[in-house]
């Protein structure tokens, strides 16, 4: 065996190296221990106090995003509404409602079937009578026929919603369905939302109404406590119980004469008063600890939009109430269970990390929520454009900029022609299918500052910033012919498209945002005029 004193150092040394970790690390480990055994037997001491509280705290924590859902699916409701109210307004004629644009009765099925929370969809004009109304049943979406249309002016939520002012919204009470004079079973859940519909000259034409199948926010309030100890109860302001987990049969008693005790302030009168006495707190007696909070569903935080209105009455004053309860026995289980030396210290811990997991799981999904609804007021659904309202907001920002730094800003007015052969042909399907793709080749051929907005139908603005005169505008504009006039397979079909193109340039076509969008329009109806296909500047109004 050769001898190597460099080897025996080398062994040497890592040796000391592990005890010097391993001392160290043994160092770390007995003082976090012994701080951890002083503090568990410290809160040993305290642990009723310590667990009420931290119970109290959970109950409050789930309280407050329970609330912040309600409203959110509130807000959403109201954004729906107002939304789908605008496409009315813009879709039918005002002075003669019997003339319905198709488009606007596919958007109503579309919107009842993709979004499967809204029982019906209707429009009734200001006579009460019903010009478009939506079923949903199943997971389908139905148009009602002519013949089976009502004239609803008697109908309260007509007269409460009618009178509103533009952009208020209405809310009825939840309660349950009733058709012809009957509760209908299975119990149906609803919030009935309406506006009104007015004109520029402040003319009512009726109102848009959407029936919430409010099974979904109840479930939503349900989801928040799923898997947990306590007891749920969600209450009307009156003290009826529209969400009971401890007696699902005491749900909506108020619907019932023979059930009218069925209340809070029968039940559990303690309670009810602590309740009508605080909006919000916790309370503690030998059977139940509750957590309470008081909420106003109804009162719009989400958005700067609308004015709510409850039944006649102002959103402010109208809440509901949701109450917990964790019986003692739970309580007294969970005492039990951390007198488990170094098990229940553990297990403590594990239910911490578990609830952080879960609050953030939830916080996760509402952020996804506000993507989503994001989503909806800035885009396009079907081609993922900027939207008519979003983009040309930001066409005047990028305006501003090139006014304060005397620069240039390039549109491009695109309008498809042939496209409405293509619907005429081949269906709405098939149009679609031509939007989309045609959208998807505007895009590729846009730089990374550009953007392109879907100003509604078939016509398209293309926004191109920090350009230097014609020049780009006009290579662009070639670009987009020549991509488009491509065939587009569409079900084993060939389908040919092409188009006509505007192009204005700021600030020489215009200095405002209406005056260049009108010099691009008015450019791309002169391309039209003389040929398809081809692209026409502002400033000459001669075809390239």
Same mark, same amino acid.
């Given at each position: 065996?050769?001898?190597?004193?460099?080897?025996?150092?080398?062994?040497?040394?890592?040796?000391?190296?592990?005890?010097?970790?391993?001392?160290?690390?043994?160092?770390?480990?007995?003082?976090?221990?012994?701080?951890?055994?002083?503090?568990?037997?410290?809160?040993?001491?305290?642990?009723?106090?310590?667990?009420?509280?931290?119970?109290?705290?959970?109950?409050?924590?789930?309280?407050?995003?329970?609330?912040?859902?309600?409203?959110?699916?509130?807000?959403?409701?109201?954004?729906?509404?107002?939304?789908?109210?605008?496409?009315?307004?813009?879709?039918?004629?005002?002075?003669?409602?019997?003339?319905?644009?198709?488009?606007?009765?596919?958007?109503?099925?579309?919107?009842?079937?993709?979004?499967?929370?809204?029982?019906?969809?209707?429009?009734?004009?200001?006579?009460?009578?019903?010009?478009?109304?939506?079923?949903?049943?199943?997971?389908?979406?139905?148009?009602?026929?002519?013949?089976?249309?009502?004239?609803?002016?008697?109908?309260?939520?007509?007269?409460?919603?009618?009178?509103?002012?533009?952009?208020?919204?209405?809310?009825?009470?939840?309660?349950?369905?009733?058709?012809?004079?009957?509760?209908?079973?299975?119990?149906?859940?609803?919030?009935?939302?309406?506006?009104?519909?007015?004109?520029?000259?402040?003319?009512?034409?009726?109102?848009?109404?959407?029936?919430?199948?409010?099974?979904?926010?109840?479930?939503?309030?349900?989801?928040?406590?799923?898997?947990?100890?306590?007891?749920?109860?969600?209450?009307?302001?009156?003290?009826?119980?529209?969400?009971?987990?401890?007696?699902?049969?005491?749900?909506?008693?108020?619907?019932?004469?023979?059930?009218?005790?069925?209340?809070?302030?029968?039940?559990?009168?303690?309670?009810?008063?602590?309740?009508?006495?605080?909006?919000?707190?916790?309370?503690?007696?030998?059977?139940?600890?509750?957590?309470?909070?008081?909420?106003?569903?109804?009162?719009?935080?989400?958005?700067?939009?609308?004015?709510?209105?409850?039944?006649?009455?102002?959103?402010?004053?109208?809440?509901?109430?949701?109450?917990?309860?964790?019986?003692?026995?739970?309580?007294?289980?969970?005492?039990?269970?951390?007198?488990?030396?170094?098990?229940?210290?553990?297990?403590?811990?594990?239910?911490?990390?578990?609830?952080?997991?879960?609050?953030?799981?939830?916080?996760?999904?509402?952020?996804?929520?506000?993507?989503?609804?994001?989503?909806?007021?800035?885009?396009?659904?079907?081609?993922?454009?900027?939207?008519?309202?979003?983009?040309?907001?930001?066409?005047?920002?990028?305006?501003?900029?090139?006014?304060?730094?005397?620069?240039?800003?390039?549109?491009?007015?695109?309008?498809?022609?042939?496209?409405?052969? %293509?619907?005429?042909?081949? *269906? =709405?399907?098939?149009? !679609?299918? /031509?939007?989309?793709?045609? #959208? $998807?080749?505007? &895009?590729?051929?846009?730089?990374?500052?550009?953007?392109?907005?879907?100003?509604?139908?078939?016509?398209?603005?293309?926004?191109?910033?920090?350009?230097?005169?014609?020049?780009?505008?006009?290579?662009?504009?070639?670009?987009?012919?020549?991509?488009?006039?491509?065939?587009?397979?569409?079900?084993?079909?060939?389908?040919?498209?092409?188009?006509?193109?505007?192009?204005? %340039?700021?600030?020489?076509? *215009? =200095?405002?945002?209406? !005056?260049? /969008?009108?010099?691009?329009? #008015? $450019?791309?109806? &002169?391309?039209?005029?003389?040929?398809?296909?081809?692209?026409?500047?502002?400033?000459?109004?001669?075809?390239?």
């Amino acid at each position: 065996m050769t001898w190597n004193p460099t080897a025996i150092d080398e062994e040497n040394s890592r040796k000391s190296q592990f005890l010097g970790i391993f001392r160290i690390a043994a160092l770390i480990i007995i003082v976090v221990f012994s701080i951890l055994l002083v503090i568990y037997f410290y809160e040993n001491r305290r642990q009723k106090d310590s667990l009420i509280q931290e119970l109290v705290q959970q109950e409050q924590a789930y309280l407050g995003i329970a609330t912040l859902s309600v409203q959110q699916d509130i807000a959403k409701m109201a954004n729906d509404l107002l939304t789908l109210a605008d496409f009315t307004a813009s879709s039918i004629d005002l002075t003669e409602h019997t003339h319905i644009n198709d488009s606007l009765e596919e958007l109503y099925l579309h919107m009842s079937e993709n979004y499967g929370i809204y029982d019906q969809i209707r429009f009734i004009d200001e006579q009460g009578d019903e010009v478009i109304r939506v079923n949903y049943m199943d997971g389908d979406a139905e148009l009602v026929s002519p013949d089976r249309l009502r004239n609803k002016k008697n109908r309260y939520y007509f007269q409460d919603s009618y009178l509103l002012s533009q952009g208020s919204v209405y809310f009825s009470p939840i309660d349950l369905n009733v058709e012809d004079g009957k509760i209908e079973v299975p119990y149906k859940p609803m919030i009935r939302i309406a506006t009104p519909i007015i004109d520029e000259d402040g003319n009512r034409h009726g109102i848009v109404v959407l029936n919430y199948l409010a099974d979904n926010l109840l479930e939503i309030i349900n989801l928040v406590y799923k898997g947990y100890d306590s007891e749920l109860m969600l209450l009307n302001e009156d003290g009826y119980f529209l969400i009971n987990t401890l007696d699902r049969d005491m749900e909506f008693g108020f619907m019932f004469d023979d059930r009218r005790n069925e209340n809070l302030s029968e039940i559990n009168p303690d309670v009810y008063e602590r309740i009508e006495d605080n909006g919000g707190g916790w309370y503690l007696d030998e059977d139940y600890l509750y957590s309470y909070t008081r909420i106003y569903p109804f009162v719009d935080t989400w958005s700067d939009h609308s004015t709510y209105t409850v039944s006649g009455e102002s959103a402010a004053n109208r809440y509901w109430v949701i109450l917990t309860q964790i019986p003692m026995t739970t309580i007294q289980s969970r005492l039990d269970g951390t007198n488990l030396s170094k098990a229940g210290f553990v297990l403590l811990s594990v239910l911490i990390v578990g609830s952080s997991i879960l609050i953030a799981y939830l916080w996760y999904q509402k952020n996804i929520e506000n993507l989503y609804i994001r989503n909806l007021a800035h885009f396009d659904q079907l081609t993922q454009c900027y939207n008519r309202a979003w983009g040309l907001r930001l066409l005047d920002d990028v305006i501003s900029k090139a006014r304060s730094k005397k620069g240039n800003v390039g549109l491009l007015f695109l309008d498809l022609d042939k496209f409405k052969e %293509v619907n005429d042909t081949y *269906g =709405h399907k098939a149009g !679609d299918a /031509v939007l989309v793709h045609c #959208a $998807a080749e505007i &895009k590729k051929v846009l730089g990374s500052d550009d953007f392109v907005i879907r100003l509604g139908g078939d016509e398209f603005l293309i926004v191109l910033p920090n350009i230097i005169g014609y020049s780009r505008a006009t290579d662009k504009a070639k670009i987009l012919q020549t991509k488009l006039k491509q065939p587009i397979i569409f079900e084993s079909v060939q389908i040919y498209i092409d188009s006509s193109i505007g192009i204005s %340039v700021y600030p020489e076509d *215009g =200095h405002s945002l209406n !005056d260049l /969008v009108s010099s691009s329009d #008015a $450019a791309m109806y &002169k391309a039209k005029q003389k040929k398809r296909g081809g692209y026409v500047e502002s400033r000459s109004m001669v075809l390239s």
